[in-house]
């Protein structure tokens, strides 16, 4: 009964920003880790940032920060990815994905795919000129 659905990417041209939203039902987003992860055409999926819905603690990989920021929306039971000066190498496509088990602690791995169980059906992010 758990359901992520992205939204929110598109064409955009390079410099450009754009928001992505992971609408999660089913569950209540209270102690919960839901990651960003993107995959380009013939590459693995590549975690970018993670978030722990019970005390919004943050995760970024080293090659986002500054850049990919990660906020969420109680109310609406979603979380979001912020992505600022997009450039080509940013086009992929986006995902979600929940993680029910790390619950309150600390995630060894945040940026692992293997570690989250459900996942969204992504949501295209095309950067280009």
């Known amino acids: 009964q758990v359901q992520l659905v992205e939204s929110g990417g598109g064409l955009v041209r390079p410099g450009d920003s754009l928001t992505l939203s992971c609408a999660v039902s089913?569950?209540?987003?209270?102690?919960?880790?839901i990651g960003w992860f993107r995959q380009a055409p013939g590459k693995k999926r590549e975690g970018l940032s993670s978030?722990?819905?019970?005390?919004?603690?943050?995760y970024y990989a080293d090659f986002v920060k500054g850049r990919f920021f990660i906020s969420r929306d109680n109310a609406k039971n979603t979380v979001y990815l912020h992505l600022n000066s997009l450039k080509s190498e940013d086009s992929a496509v986006y995902f979600c994905?929940?993680?029910?088990?790390?619950?309150?602690?600390?995630?060894?791995?945040?940026?692992?795919?293997?570690?989250?169980?459900?996942w969204g059906q992504g949501t295209q992010v095309t950067v280009s000129s």
């Open positions: 089913g569950i209540t987003l209270d102690y919960y880790h």
């Open positions: 978030l722990g819905t019970s005390d919004n603690s943050q």
């Open positions: 994905g929940l993680n029910s088990r790390w619950g309150r602690s600390w995630p060894l791995r945040p940026f692992e795919a293997t570690e989250y169980e459900n």
